[in-house]
């Protein structure tokens, strides 16, 4: 054996394993049988053992000195960052995108704590290196996934889940049903229809101007000839201005009042309307002598007559024939004031 190689795995030698029979010297026969020889290699192996043991401690030792000399040293109770791994202060986190260095670091990832992104200094600009979504409540983040959750359950909910009243919601320009605003409310786009009875379908508007209808159907209104004819002799004229001659339907029947000229030799006053002609009793030539108007002169001579009639030799015998038929209001005097008072009769075309 010429050479004694030390490696750092320890190496035990046992007496036992040397069995081969060598010449060594005077000595012959098996090496376990000599037993001087065999107290040597004892005291031999024991020392290999011992510097074996002495290697490793001092290349333990040595480990450690090593260990120490790398470690980071505390600066109150901080480690500085030249003793940090490159990549731990590579992360610079600021408020705002707008908080950044006017110039960036290469190497260095910058953060936003409003939006939470990430950028890079590209050498020009500050770059996003993951444009994706982050969370957040502002307009260019995404919710809380477990916040939205509970609110769209909150939107299923059915019933009033918070016990609201309308005292607790405003009102805005949409207003709230009361009693008072009710009584308050005005009649905005009231109808105008013709007097008909009030049903049950009927919406709120519709049935006021109905009873409305109704009201003025009952009222008394007094108004010209010329509002109830198509036609008016030119030579009829009132005799005074507080008592012209005026008519006014009542319940269906038309009635007429006060003074009036009628010169010239045409004794019709005017031809009425279809909505004003009257139930016309057969008479000669058309005249309705039953329900004429006795007139008489503003001097007390004797009572003319003031009725309707149809066309000359047209004698009228139905209502049907006395409506599709002209018909004439008529006086039996000429060029004097005349006073008449009273009712010319019903008529057809009344509702």
């Known amino acids: 054996m010429d050479k004694l190689i030390i490696s ?18 005077g000595v012959t026969g098996n090496i376990v049988d000599q037993d001087d020889l065999n107290t040597v290699l004892d005291s031999f192996v024991d020392d290999l053992n011992n510097l074996t043991e002495e290697v490793e401690t001092k290349a333990s030792a040595a480990a450690v000195v090593q260990a120490l000399t790398t470690k980071a040293d505390l600066i109150d109770g901080v480690i500085p960052a030249s003793q940090l791994p490159s990549y731990v202060d590579d992360v610079l986190v600021y408020p705002t995108w707008a908080d950044f260095p006017v110039v960036g670091e290469a190497g260095k990832i910058y953060v936003t704590e409003d939006t939470n992104k990430t950028y890079r200094w590209s050498g020009s600009g500050y ?20 916040r939205g959750k509970a609110a769209y ?33 005005t009649l905005t786009g009231l109808p105008s229809v013709v007097a008909s009875p009030i049903v049950e379908t009927d919406i709120f508007l519709n049935g006021f101007a109905k009873l409305q209808a109704q009201i003025d159907k009952l009222s008394v209104k007094w108004v010209s000839i010329e509002a109830i004819s198509e036609w008016v002799n030119p030579n009829l004229s009132i005799a005074s201005t507080d008592h012209g001659l005026r008519f006014a339907v009542i319940g269906g029947v038309l009635f007429v009042a006060g003074l009036f000229y009628l010169g010239g030799s045409d004794y019709n006053l005017c031809r009425l309307k279809p909505e004003y002609k009257m139930y016309n009793a057969a008479g000669v030539n058309g005249q309705n002598a039953v329900e004429s108007v006795k007139c ?11 009725f309707t009639q149809c066309p000359s030799g047209n004698s009228i015998t139905t209502i049907a024939s006395t409506y599709t038929n002209i018909q004439y209001l008529r006086t039996s005097r000429l060029s004097d004031t005349m006073l008449v ?10 509702n």
């Open 127 to 146: 770059v996003v290196i993951a444009d994706g979504v982050a969370l957040g409540e502002t307009a260019t983040t995404a919710y809380r996934g477990d």
């Open 8 to 25: 750092e795995t320890p190496i035990h030698i046992a007496k036992e394993t040397i069995v081969h029979e060598i010449a060594w010297g």
């Open 296 to 306: 008489v002169t503003n001097t007390g001579l004797a009572a003319n007559s003031f």
């Open 153 to 185: 359950d909150h939107s299923l909910s059915q019933g009033n889940p918070h016990n609201a009243t309308t005292s607790d919601i405003p009102e805005g320009n949409k207003l709230y049903f009361t009693e008072n605003r009710v009584r308050q409310s």
């Open 341 to 350: 008072n009273g009712f010319l009769g019903k008529l057809i075309h009344y």
